[in-house]
């Protein structure tokens, strides 16, 4: 199985101010198709699970444009160029190159 | 608009049963995979299962396998989770979601004690 560690678990931040969060996977999630499967999903308290980033660097609609994604072959990070209040939360990374099973990260908290 | 709504949640006693379902609209049932992924109370996420969208293949983690059973109705556009043999360590929010992980239902929880 691929296993997917986050650092840091707890990120603590000051708003305004950039944030972010790295994900390393225990091996490359190339796909043979050429693509990257690794997402990132925002949870925030009390709510469910939404991607934000897909394919390492992929924004789905909505999300700002303070949100990006980047990375290659093993290590990845989700960066936060000016964070705001609504941005509190855990952050989790997800690789679906490799599977069964799909792997979540252990997630960060973006913490003020 | 997509949306998932998950149902079939509730207390059981260990070594009981539950049937989650999942019902979707808003899309293609029959050309979407779908997964089922838990949350345990104070935790992180853990993909549980997935199927294609014929129904012809399903995959499970290794902490479920042999006690779940994924399934779907393309019939009726609905997604369904039978757990059996239930343990503690099953306790938490079960989220329907799509092979695009977006968007993810609001979630069923399902707590397993004595």
């Known amino acids: 199985d691929v296993v997917m560690t986050q650092s840091p678990l707890s990120l603590p931040v000051t708003l305004g101010q950039p944030a972010s969060t790295s994900c390393r996977s225990s091996?490359?999630?190339?796909?043979?198709?050429?693509?990257?499967?690794l997402n990132w999903f925002q949870q925030r308290p009390g709510q469910s699970p939404r991607r934000l980033i897909y394919?390492?660097?992929k924004r789905d609609s909505g999300v700002p444009d303070r949100f990006s994604g980047s990375g290659s072959g093993t290590n990845f990070t989700l960066r936060i160029s000016r964070v705001e209040a609504e941005d509190i939360g855990i952050y989790y990374c997800?690789?679906?190159?490799?599977?069964?099973?799909?792997?979540f990260g252990q997630g960060t908290r973006l913490e003020i | 608009e997509v949306q998932l709504l998950e149902s079939g949640g509730g207390l059981v006693r260990p070594g009981g049963s539950l049937r989650l379902s999942c019902a979707t609209s808003?899309?293609?049932?029959?050309?979407?995979?779908m997964n089922w992924v838990r949350q345990a109370p104070g935790k992180g996420l853990q993909w549980v299962s997935g199927?294609?969208?014929?129904?012809?293949?399903?995959y499970y983690a290794d902490s479920v396998k042999g006690r779940f059973i994924i399934s779907r109705d393309n019939s009726k556009n609905m997604l369904y989770l039978q757990m059996d043999s239930l343990r503690a360590e099953d306790t938490g929010v079960y989220y329907c979601?799509?092979?695009?992980?977006?968007?993810w239902g609001q979630g069923t929880l399902v707590t397993v004690s004595s």
């Open positions: 979601a799509r092979e695009s992980w977006v968007p």
């Open positions: 199927i294609t969208n014929s129904g012809g293949k399903t």
């Open positions: 997800m690789q679906g190159t490799h599977w069964p099973p799909i792997t």
């Open positions: 808003g899309f293609t049932f029959t050309t979407t995979a």
């Open positions: 394919k390492v660097s």
């Open positions: 091996q490359s999630l190339i796909h043979s198709d050429g693509n990257t499967y």
